[in-house]
């Protein structure tokens, strides 16, 4: 199989204050990975692609001097929540593409984000 | 246009008893694939089912089978055997197009609550 990881599982931070959630793929190379954001009992958003390498695609509506995005290497991408507040508390998940038969995503086990 | 569209928000069926779950879909491009992912209440987004728009037949994995009808764009998931374990929402997704870096789009999810 193939195992995406993220860290921190969850998180709580006080308004005004970055947080920094790392994505890794264990047993595999990912040139492309994922930031999805949801909220409770909603379904999955899109935030934005990102390629390793090069700078990330941005979803319509997402701010992305508020989201940094940076893919680094072919097994971690990682998602900054630059001075969060409440609204951006959510469950923030990453998923990372591999090149197989399927081109399948793979998901992380996903970061809670509350901003106090 | 909604590109995925759940319309069951919640179901209910009893243990040991099937259980179908709709999706229906729109796209233009010829070349896509589905997906359904079951989410617990723990967040993880797991992988059940995957469907290719070329493949001729319906995709099966142990309990699980999709019911593909290309013309009218619908990709049914049929739970077989219902477990209390298989409690949790739902998601259907769709790729457009092959590559890797193809993005997901999600339905709005269904809860399957499994009744002893």
């Known amino acids: 199989g193939a195992v995406v990881s993220q860290h921190p599982s969850w998180v709580i931070c006080k308004s005004g204050t970055s947080v920094k959630i790392e994505c890794r793929s264990l047993?595999?190379?990912?040139?492309?990975m994922f930031w999805y954001r949801q909220f409770p009992k909603q379904s999955l958003m899109l935030m934005a692609t990102?390629?390793?390498?090069?700078?990330?695609?941005?979803e319509q509506g997402v701010e992305k001097d508020k989201f940094l995005i940076n893919h680094a290497s072919l097994t971690l991408s990682t998602l900054t929540v630059t001075s969060a507040h409440p609204e951006d508390s959510s469950f923030y998940i990453c998923?990372?593409?591999?090149?197989?038969?399927?081109?399948?995503?793979?998901f992380g086990p996903g970061t809670r984000l509350t901003v106090l | 246009a909604q590109k995925i569209t759940q319309t069951q928000p919640g179901m209910f069926v009893q243990e040991k008893e099937a259980v179908t779950l709709d999706c229906t879909y729109d796209?233009?491009?010829?070349?896509?694939?589905l997906f359904w992912y079951k989410q617990p209440s723990s967040g993880e987004m797991i992988f059940l089912i995957y469907?290719?728009?070329?493949?001729?037949q319906n995709a099966t994995e142990g309990r699980y089978s999709l019911n593909f009808q290309k013309a009218r764009k619908s990709a049914n998931l049929v739970i077989s055997a219902s477990q209390l374990g298989d409690s949790a929402m739902y998601f259907c997704?769709?790729?457009?197009?092959?590559?890797?870096?193809?993005?997901?789009?999600f339905g709005e999810g269904t809860q399957l609550t499994v009744n002893p």
């Open positions: 998923s990372a593409s591999k090149q197989d038969r399927n081109n399948e995503q793979f």
């Open positions: 047993d595999f190379q990912a040139t492309t």
């Open positions: 990102s390629n390793e390498g090069s700078k990330a695609t941005y």
């Open positions: 796209t233009s491009d010829p070349s896509y694939g």
């Open positions: 469907q290719g728009s070329y493949d001729q």
């Open positions: 997704a769709m790729r457009e197009g092959e590559t890797s870096g193809s993005r997901l789009t």
